[in-house]
C-alpha cells in the first residue's frame, strides 16, 4: 500500500494574537505585577513573624512598621514560600548589618 507523503493531519487553525500594547505598556504591567508581588510577600510576612525584628528583638507598631524589612534567609529573593520558611524580619538596621557582614570579613581578611 502506497503511503501518501502529501497528507497533513487536520489542526485547528491558530490566529496569531492581535497585540497592540507597546513594549511601553508591557514593561510597565510586568512591573506593577512585581510590585504586587513584592508587597504581598512583606504583608504576609508581617502577619506570619509579628512586627518584631528577629535579630535584636525590637518591637514595632503600625506607626513605625516601615522600618521593618523583609529578609530572605537564603539571598534569594524568588524564593517566597507561602508558609514564610524563607523569610524573617528585621528592622533596617539589623538588615543591612546582616549584608554588610560579608563584606566586612573580607575587607578584614584581604580578600
Not at 494574537?17 to 508581617?46: C, D, H, M, P, W
Not at 523583609?70 to 534569594?76: A, L, S, T, Y
Request: aromatic share 6%.
Amino acid at each position: 500500500m502506497p503511503q501518501n507523503r502529501s497528507f497533513k493531519p487536520k489542526r485547528p487553525l491558530m490566529k496569531k494574537a492581535n497585540n497592540t500594547k507597546s513594549v511601553e505598556e508591557i514593561i510597565r504591567e510586568l512591573k506593577a505585577a512585581g510590585q504586587n508581588t513584592n508587597i504581598n510577600y512583606r504583608q504576609q510576612s508581617l502577619q506570619i513573624h509579628g512586627l518584631i525584628c528577629a535579630k535584636c528583638g525590637r518591637e514595632f507598631d503600625e506607626k513605625n512598621k516601615n522600618l521593618l524589612t523583609v529578609h530572605h534567609k537564603d539571598g534569594n529573593h524568588d524564593n517566597n514560600p507561602l508558609d514564610g520558611s524563607n523569610w524573617e524580619n528585621l528592622c533596617a538596621y539589623c538588615h543591612d548589618d546582616e549584608h554588610t557582614r560579608g563584606l566586612l570579613g573580607d575587607y578584614i581578611t584581604g580578600k
